[in-house]
C-alpha cells in the first residue's frame, strides 16, 4: 500500500520533478483545498486562488483540444438536424466524426439527422494557397442540394483564418442565394483560446446572435424550461427528458443534446434556464437573461440526489403547489429503487477513493454519483474550466483578462424591446436565495470537496502518474486519452466523455446504471491477477523458484 | 447513434463534388505519430495546435488500446501570427526533460505548414537548454492538407532512415531492412520471428509491436519500452537489401529507395505477405536470401490453409466484394481475395493515391473482364453509391465502413486502421499463411453469420 502522504506532501511530490519555471506555473494550478473564510475583510467569501483557464506549456502532454473541438465537438456537435460542414483539412472533421457519442432521436423517419454524417471541405494544397471560398461555396451548394437542410453551419479549421478565408461572409453570400435555409459560420480556428473552452463560447455567441428568437415554437405545459449543458452522451438526455414529462416540466430546448434547429430559434419561449455544464454554456444563460429577462441557476441531474434537489428548485422557483406535489411525488416514485441499487452496489465500494479529471463540470457533477456510493473524490480537476468554476462565479470580476481570452469576442447584449419580460423581481429573487436557491449562482466545485483535498487544474501525464503512485485511487474517472495509461498499473479508469460505451448516468435510472458500473469496474477480477502469484505471497516466491 | 431516419433516405450525389461526406481517410499528421511509436525511445512532437495532438492520440488509442503520448508546440493566436519558433524551443526542451527521449520527431500540421515555418532551420540552430540532452531531433513535413495518413507515414519512416542511417563501410550478408508499412503489433511480432527463425539479422522499421501491444508494467515507463533502436536504424546501410511492402507507395515517400540511392542498399519491393501466393513470394525471397530450406513448420502451415480454401471454397467462391481503406492495403487484399475466387468488384483508395488504378492494373492485368472498378480519392458516399450499384456480398476494411455496410444490408469484414467498434486490433493477424488463415476464418465466419441472421429459423447447422 502507498504510504499516506499529508496533502502538502503530496503537491511537493507532484512538483518536483519540474524545473523551476515550470514549478512556479503548475504551483498555482495544484492547490490544497481549504474551504470559505468567513472572517475576510471585504465580507465576500474567499477560496484559494486556481490558475485556471491559463495557456498550457509546449511540450507538456495535456489533455486539453482546440477551440474547434469545443465549437463543432461539444456545443452544436449534438444537434441532429443543422447539417455541419467542417472547413479545412480532412483529419478535423474526421476526428470529430460521432467520437462524442453524442445520442440523439429523430421523432420520425422524415426527421432529419445529419450526426451520423462527417462533411468537410477536405482542403487540399492549392486551396492553402489560392483560398478555399470557392471551394466552401461548391460544397455548400452541393450539401443544400442533397440534404435539404433548415440550416447549415461552417466551421473553421486552423488555416482557414490564416489564409483569409472568410466564412462570415460566404455564409451570408450563400444565405442570400438559398433565403430559406440559415447558414452561419464559426470563427473557431483550432488556436483560438488556451483550450476548447475558447470554442464553447465562439459557439455560444453564434447560435445566440444567429439562431435564438428566429423561431416562435411554443411547447405545450405550464412550466417551460430550458436545459442549457447537456450534451446526451450515453442517452442521458433521454433519461432526463422522461424524468421531466413525468413531473409535468416542458424541456423547451436542450443545448444541445437530442436537440434540433427549431428548439434553439424558439428557446426564448420559456421561463427559466437550467444551467448543467456551467463552463460551457453560462454565456448563453448570461445573454438570455439580458436580452429576454429569462433568469437562470444551476442544477445537477449527476446523481440521484443531486436530481432530487435540482427537480426541488425548479418546484419552488414556481412556487405551485400543484408543482411541488407532482415532484415530490416523482422522487418518492423514483428512490425505492435508487435505495434497492446502493444496497446492492454501496457495500462493495464504501470507503474507497476516487479521483477525476475531466471537463469543465463533470469533475465536479460526478464527485455526487461516487459520494451516494460511499466513495470521496480526493483529488479533482478540470481540463479546460475557469476560476468560477472552481472558485464560484463571485470571481468573476476578478478574473483578468489576458492575451487569449480578449481575443474572444464578448458581445454586447441589449434587452428586446417587445420580447424583454422580467421573471423574477428583486423580491422574489431574495426569497429564493432565502430558500437555498440562488439565481444566476455556481459555487464551483471547491465548496463541495472535503478540506485537504487537492484540486489539480490541467492534470498532465507526469501528475497522474505521481497520483497512482502515491494515492492509488480505487478508480480514476477521466477520458480515453488516459485510460490506458492508468489501467497499465492496474486501476481502472472510468471514462466520463463518452462512458465507457455504457450510459445513461444522469438522472435517477442513469445513477442506478451507474452505481453498476462502478462495481463492476473497480472489482472486476482482471485487477486479482495484475501481480503473478509469485510477486504477492512470498512462500509462494520461494516455491515458484524452485520449480522454476 | 440513431440510423433510422438517414436508412430510409437515400442521398444521390453528384460526380465530382466538393464536399467531402464521410471521408475514408485520415490526416498525414497521423501516420508520422504511428510511425515514430515505433522507435526506440521516440517521442513525437505536433508542431500546431494541441487540439491536433489530442484528437491524434484518442484516435489511435482507442484502436490499439494502449497509451499513446504525442507532445504539442500548442499554439495560441499569438503564435499562429508571429511563427511557432519560440513555442517549438520550448516544447522541444520540455519534452527532452520530462521523457530523457532518445529521439523526438517533430511532425508539423496544417497550422505550421500554413504559415510557412521553417521547422528544419529552427532544429538545425537549435542549442538545447539542457546541455546533457543527448537525443536526436528530427523533422517530418507532414501538412494534413496533402495526402492522407497512410502518406504522413511513409514519410516519418523516410524521414527516420534519411536523418539517421550512415554511410556504411561493408554491407553484411543475412542483414536485412524491412519496412513493413502500417501493420499490426502482432503481424510485426510474427514477422521479427519468422526472420529470425530464418536466421537473418533483420531491422524491421518501425516495430511498435512492443510499444502498442504491451502488458502492464510493474512501476510507470514514460516511453513504453520495444521499438527499433537507433542503434539499427543508423546501420540500415549495412545491410544486404531492404524488403519493402507496398504496392501503391510513391518512391518519393520511399525509405527504402533512399536507401538504394544513397546508401546502396538493393530494394526489393513485394506486396505485404498476405494469402498463399504472396506468402510463397516472400518466403522464397527469404531463401534465397539464407539458402535455408522451406521449414516443415511453414509447409505444414502452408497446407493447412490451402485446405482450408479448400473446405471453405463453397462459401466464398464466386462472392463480390468492396474492398476500401489505405491504397496498400486495399491492393493487397484484393489480391488475396482473387486467390479465394472472391472478386473484388471494387477497390476504393481513401487517399488520393497517384495512378491508383495504373497501379491495380499492373497486378490485376485483366481488371475490367472481372469486372473490378477502382477509386481513388475516394470517401464513403462515393465508396457506398458505388457498393450499391455493383451490388456485392460482403464488404472488407476499416470500422469507418459500418454505416454503408448496415445501410447497405451487407456485412463488414474487419481489417485495417481505425477499428473502433471491435476488440483486439493490436492483435490483428493477416501476414503469413498463418495470418491469412485468420483473416480467410474470420471472412468466411463473417458470411456465416450472415447468413444465419438473415434466417429467423434458428439454424444452427450452416
Same mark, same amino acid.
Given at each position: ?56 506549456? #509546449? ?115 450563400? @444565405?442570400?442565394?438559398? #433565403?430559406?435555409? %440559415? ?85 426564448? %419561449? ?62 418518492? @416514485?423514483?428512490? #425505492? ?77 441589449? #434587452? ?106 473497480? %472489482? ?14 512470498? @512462500? ?9 | ?92 526542451? $520540455? ?213 482450408? =480454401? ?91 465502413? =459500418? ?41 468466411? $465466419? ?17
Amino acid at each position: 500500500m502507498p504510504s499516506k502522504l499529508t496533502p502538502e506532501e503530496l503537491k511537493q511530490e507532484l512538483l518536483k520533478a519540474y524545473p523551476a519555471k515550470v514549478a512556479r506555473k503548475r504551483e498555482k494550478q495544484i492547490i490544497i483545498n481549504k474551504h470559505k473564510d468567513e472572517t475576510s475583510a471585504n465580507g465576500l467569501p474567499t477560496t484559494t486562488e486556481v490558475l485556471a483557464n491559463a495557456r498550457t506549456i #509546449p511540450g507538456i502532454l495535456s489533455m486539453r483540444g482546440c477551440a474547434y473541438a469545443g465549437c463543432k465537438g461539444v456545443v452544436l456537435g449534438p444537434t441532429r438536424d443543422i447539417l455541419h460542414i467542417v472547413h479545412g483539412p480532412i483529419g478535423c472533421s474526421y476526428y470529430a466524426w460521432l467520437t462524442r457519442r453524442n445520442q440523439t432521436r429523430p421523432v420520425s423517419d422524415e426527421d432529419p439527422n445529419f450526426m451520423t454524417y462527417c462533411f468537410s471541405t477536405d482542403m487540399q494544397e492549392e486551396d492553402i494557397i489560392y483560398g478555399g471560398e470557392k471551394k466552401l461555396k461548391k460544397a455548400i451548394d452541393e450539401a443544400i442540394a442533397i440534404f435539404k437542410p433548415k440550416a447549415l453551419d461552417i466551421f473553421s479549421t486552423c488555416p482557414v483564418g490564416l489564409i483569409g478565408d472568410d466564412v462570415h461572409a460566404v455564409a451570408r453570400e450563400m @444565405e442570400a442565394k438559398y #433565403p430559406d435555409v %440559415n447558414i452561419f459560420g464559426f470563427s473557431c480556428e483550432g488556436y483560438k483560446g488556451v483550450s476548447q473552452s475558447a470554442g464553447h463560447h465562439i459557439a455560444n455567441n453564434k447560435v445566440f446572435t444567429d439562431v435564438l428568437g428566429l423561431g416562435d415554437l411554443k411547447k405545450p405545459g405550464k412550466y417551460r424550461v430550458n436545459l442549457l449543458g447537456e450534451y446526451n452522451i450515453g442517452g442521458d438526455a433521454f433519461e432526463l427528458e422522461r424524468v421531466f414529462e413525468k413531473c409535468g416540466i416542458t424541456l423547451q430546448a436542450t443545448f444541445s443534446g437530442n436537440s434540433t434547429y427549431e428548439e434553439f430559434t424558439s428557446a426564448h %419561449n420559456v421561463d427559466l434556464n437550467l444551467v448543467m455544464c456551467h463552463r460551457s454554456i453560462n454565456y448563453m444563460a448570461d445573454m438570455m437573461e439580458t436580452k429576454y429577462g429569462i433568469p437562470w441557476f444551476k442544477v445537477n441531474f449527476i446523481g440521484a440526489e443531486a436530481s432530487a434537489k435540482s427537480l426541488r428548485k425548479i418546484a419552488q422557483y414556481y412556487g405551485d403547489q400543484e408543482l411541488i406535489d407532482r415532484v415530490e411525488a416523482v422522487i418518492a @416514485e423514483e428512490m #425505492p429503487a435508487i435505495e434497492a441499487a446502493k444496497a446492492i452496489h454501496r457495500p462493495s465500494l464504501e470507503g474507497k477513493t476516487a479521483v477525476l479529471f475531466v471537463g469543465g463540470s463533470r469533475a465536479h457533477h460526478y464527485q455526487e454519483l461516487f459520494h451516494e456510493l460511499g466513495m470521496e473524490t480526493i483529488s479533482a480537476g478540470y481540463e479546460f474550466a475557469h476560476r468560477d468554476d472552481y472558485e464560484g462565479r463571485h470571481v468573476i470580476p476578478s478574473i483578468k483578462v489576458d492575451a487569449d481570452s480578449r481575443n474572444i469576442e464578448e458581445i454586447e447584449v441589449h #434587452p428586446d424591446a417587445e420580447l424583454y419580460k422580467e421573471r423574477v423581481t428583486p423580491e422574489r429573487k431574495a426569497e429564493l436565495l432565502a430558500m437555498g436557491i440562488e439565481m444566476n449562482g455556481y459555487e464551483g466545485m471547491m465548496p463541495e470537496m472535503k478540506e485537504g483535498a487537492l484540486i489539480i487544474d490541467d492534470l498532465n501525464h507526469h501528475e497522474a502518474e505521481v497520483l497512482i503512485e502515491k494515492v492509488k485511487p480505487a478508480i480514476f474517472g477521466a477520458g480515453v486519452k488516459e485510460k490506458y495509461v492508468i489501467q497499465k498499473s492496474g486501476v481502472p479508469l472510468k471514462q466520463l466523455h463518452s462512458y465507457d460505451y455504457s450510459g445513461p448516468y444522469a438522472g435517477f435510472k442513469g445513477a442506478i446504471n451507474f452505481y453498476a458500473e462502478i462495481d463492476r469496474l473497480v %472489482n472486476a477480477s482482471c485487477w486479482g491477477l495484475v501481480k503473478a502469484p509469485w510477486q504477492s505471497s512470498p @512462500e509462494l516466491s520461494a516455491s515458484y523458484a524452485y520449480v522454476g | 447513434m440513431n440510423l433510422k431516419s438517414t436508412s430510409k433516405t437515400k442521398f444521390t450525389t453528384e460526380p465530382g463534388r466538393e464536399v467531402t461526406q464521410d471521408a475514408c481517410r485520415l490526416c498525414s499528421p497521423l501516420g508520422a505519430c504511428l510511425a515514430f511509436k515505433g522507435v526506440e525511445g521516440a517521442v513525437t512532437i505536433l508542431h500546431g495546435s494541441q487540439g491536433c495532438a489530442t484528437y491524434i492520440r484518442r484516435y489511435l488509442i482507442s484502436h490499439f488500446r494502449e497509451p499513446i503520448d504525442v507532445a504539442s508546440t500548442s499554439f495560441t493566436e499569438e503564435t499562429a501570427v508571429f511563427g511557432g519558433k519560440s513555442n517549438l524551443l520550448a516544447g522541444l526542451d $520540455n519534452v527532452s526533460r520530462q521523457y530523457s527521449p532518445q529521439l523526438i520527431g517533430v511532425a508539423t500540421t496544417c497550422l505550421s505548414e500554413t504559415i510557412g515555418d521553417d521547422v528544419a532551420a529552427v532544429l538545425r540552430d537549435r542549442v538545447p537548454a539542457n546541455p546533457e540532452e543527448t537525443c536526436k531531433v528530427l523533422n517530418v513535413s507532414t501538412p494534413s492538407y496533402c495526402g492522407s495518413h497512410a502518406d504522413g507515414f511513409y514519410r516519418a519512416v523516410r524521414s527516420l532512415v534519411t536523418s539517421l542511417t550512415e554511410p556504411a563501410h561493408e554491407t553484411f550478408n543475412r542483414r536485412l531492412n524491412v519496412f513493413p508499412g502500417m501493420a499490426s503489433p502482432a503481424d510485426l511480432r510474427w514477422l521479427k520471428r519468422v526472420l529470425k527463425d530464418f536466421g537473418l539479422e533483420a531491422t524491421v522499421l518501425p516495430d511498435y509491436s512492443d510499444t502498442l501491444d504491451g502488458g502492464l508494467w510493474s512501476s510507470y515507463e514514460r516511453i513504453p519500452s520495444g521499438g527499433t533502436t537507433l542503434e539499427a536504424i543508423r546501420a540500415m546501410g549495412s545491410s544486404e537489401c531492404s524488403l519493402e511492402f507496398g504496392h501503391a507507395l510513391n518512391p518519393l515517400d520511399s525509405a527504402a529507395v533512399w536507401l538504394e540511392e544513397n546508401r546502396g542498399v538493393k530494394r526489393l519491393l513485394t506486396g505485404a505477405p498476405l494469402g498463399v501466393a504472396a506468402s510463397d513470394l516472400f518466403f522464397h525471397r527469404l531463401q534465397a536470401l539464407t539458402g535455408c530450406d522451406f521449414p516443415a513448420e511453414l509447409q505444414a502451415e502452408r497446407g493447412r490453409l490451402i485446405d482450408a =480454401y479448400a473446405d471453405g471454397h463453397k462459401y466464398v467462391s464466386g462472392k463480390r466484394a468492396a474492398v476500401y481503406g489505405e491504397a496498400d492495403l486495399v491492393a493487397t487484399l484484393a489480391l488475396f481475395l482473387l486467390e479465394i475466387g472472391v472478386i473484388p468488384v471494387l477497390c476504393a483508395a481513401g487517399g488520393p493515391v497517384n495512378a491508383f488504378r495504373d497501379v491495380m492494373k499492373g497486378l490485376v492485368p485483366d481488371l475490367e473482364e472481372r469486372g473490378m472498378e477502382i477509386m481513388s480519392d475516394a470517401d464513403f458516399d462515393h465508396i457506398e453509391q458505388a457498393t450499391a450499384r455493383i451490388g456485392v456480398d460482403f464488404m472488407i476494411g476499416n470500422s469507418k465502413g =459500418y454505416k454503408a455496410a448496415k445501410r447497405l444490408g451487407v456485412p463488414l469484414v474487419r481489417v485495417g486502421f481505425p477499428i473502433h467498434d471491435r476488440f483486439g486490433a493490436a492483435r490483428n493477424r493477416l501476414m503469413g499463411y498463418e495470418g491469412t488463415q485468420r483473416l480467410f476464418d474470420d471472412l468466411v $465466419n463473417t458470411l456465416l453469420s450472415h447468413n444465419q441472421e438473415a434466417s429467423g429459423l434458428g439454424y444452427s447447422y450452416m
